[in-house]
């Protein structure tokens, strides 16, 4: 996405760059343009065997790794999934919706392949203003992994969000998906609630 601050009519709009092309085409920033937001992201096959190896994963039924496991639990009917790796926008631009704009577009390209299952990404635990924006664009907590993150020689938790797609209910049990269907219907009947 490029974004053009128009000093004339004194508005900005995204101009939205084809990200699925990328690699046939490249940007070069003029003097006067500058990076406000950047999500950086992957499809990963749902059957992704651990990074660990030995005798361990060899007597295991199902040697994914636990957060495949979690996420997809049947990677036959969901072969993909999709990893933020990185989602930011530069610190004037916060609280805009480009961080929404990046992500809606990372769910377009999602809704249109059934064999996705989720979109997930990891969150240090004191990032409030992240974890608010994912929970309103509809990712869930999945659980918190200790240590995840080392920060100048510091370790620090993160939570693992999910949004799940095409059937696909994650770690979620069925009375998870009946109770966000409910609240959702809430939200809309009683939007003094949200």
């Known amino acids: 996405f490029r974004f053009d601050d128009d000093e004339e009519s004194k508005s900005s709009t995204i101009m939205d760059l084809n990200c699925s092309n990328h ?24 059957k992704t065997p651990s990074k660990r190896s030995g005798k361990l994963l060899e007597a295991q039924s199902d040697p994914r790794d636990e957060t495949c496991k979690i996420l997809i639990p049947d990677p036959d009917r969901h072969t993909r999934m999709f990893y933020i790796m990185t989602l930011g926008t530069a610190r004037e631009f916060r609280r805009a919706g480009l961080g929404s704009i990046l992500v ?26 992240a974890i608010r924006l994912y929970e309103r664009l509809g990712f869930s907590k999945v659980k918190e992994i200790e240590d995840y993150y080392s920060i100048n020689n510091v370790n620090h938790n993160c939570y693992l969000y999910a949004r799940y797609f095409h059937g696909n209910r994650g770690h979620k049990t069925i009375y998870d998906v009946m109770y966000d269907f409910a609240t959702s219907i809430l939200k809309n009947v009683l939007p003094w609630r949200n």
């Open 104 to 129: 809606d577009r990372v769910l377009d390209m999602i809704n249109k392949m059934p064999e996705c299952g989720a979109l997930y990404l990891h969150v240090i635990t004191y990032n409030v203003g």
């Open 23 to 46: 690699t046939s085409q490249s940007h070069n920033l003029n003097a006067d343009e500058c990076i406000v937001g950047c999500l950086v992201g992957s499809f990963l096959p749902s």
